[in-house]
């Protein structure tokens, strides 16, 4: 059977559909094209004619409509205005075959032109680079608390947990005899984590980043920067804070206070919200899980995840959601 353009909707992107897409945007290209990691969209270094290579991404068709693409690049480009180490999208002569508006088409899809930057994932081992990083996110998120998304999603237990979790027990990939089991703990740990919510009481809303994690950080010897804003949304500012933390709990906690004193230089954080980082983890844990499932028909995922068909994985992820239920239950005793 031939995949449609839903189960394989990148297969039409060839070398030279690339090539002619960023000649379409101004930029010649000498031919050369290297695939960058990445599962949601698809990236490509582009070498360039008498000048630096470039990276386009091309983004997954459907995912985002025009207008929260354009909210996520003149986010980036605020943020750079702001002399922020953000790497913002090139801005390009949209019109003719390219389309019209604020996000650049070409052969069908939508993408983004960046300058190339290097730099390797930052390992965060001891205080200053934490309090770098603390500085960097209080700037991020003084900028972001300045205006509001209108287009980008809005993080909430039911969007990330509860959406998450209907979407799996109605599809066909959890083997039947965890299916009950895997029911009832997401039911139990969606039920603590809204409670938890609920307790926070009225929480304070801004642009985040929303997937801050080490991989979408790159650290040169000025810094770190951040090379990707495609899931940039409307969320607590601890969000961008929890996933740079790593070890034992002790050590998380040792790790957030040395980020909270950089970060205080230029943004405030509400103490509740340190409450959310457990709730926020199990969130996290299961949007994952969906988030695979929703793009299992894109031939990259299972060649990138062959164990998440498997019935192991479903039993391992059942026994980390029920530990996750007893550290956040924990937390309350």
Partial sequence: MIPTADQAPFANLSPDLIADAVEAAGFPSDGRILALGSYENRVFQVGLEEADPVVVKFYRPGRWSDAAIAEEHAFARELAAAEIPVIAPLELEIGGELGEGAVAVFGGFRFAVYPRRGGQWPELGNEDDRQWIGRFLGRIHAVGSTRRFEHRPRLSPEAMGRDSVEYLLDGDLIPEYIGHRYEQVTGELL???????????????????????????????????????????????????????????????????????????????????????????????????????????????????????????????VAELEEQLSAIDAEDN
């Fill in 191 to 317: 039920d603590l984590v809204e409670s938890r919510f609920e307790h926070a009481g009225t929480l304070r809303y801004i642009r985040i980043h929303g997937d801050c994690h080490r991989n979408n950080v790159l650290w040169t010897a000025a810094g770190p920067h951040f090379v990707d804003l495609d899931d940039c949304m409307t969320g607590p500012a601890i969000q961008d804070l929890w996933m740079l933390l790593a070890g034992r709990p002790a050590e998380m906690r040792e790790q957030l206070a040395q980020i909270l004193e950089g970060y205080s230089k230029f943004a405030e954080m509400d103490p509740i919200e340190g409450t959310l980082i457990e709730p926020l983890r199990a969130l996290r844990m299961v949007h994952y899980a969906a988030w695979l499932a929703r793009r299992w028909h894109d031939p990259a995922f299972p060649k990138a995840f062959p164990w998440f068909g498997e019935a192991r994985f479903w039993e391992r992820h």
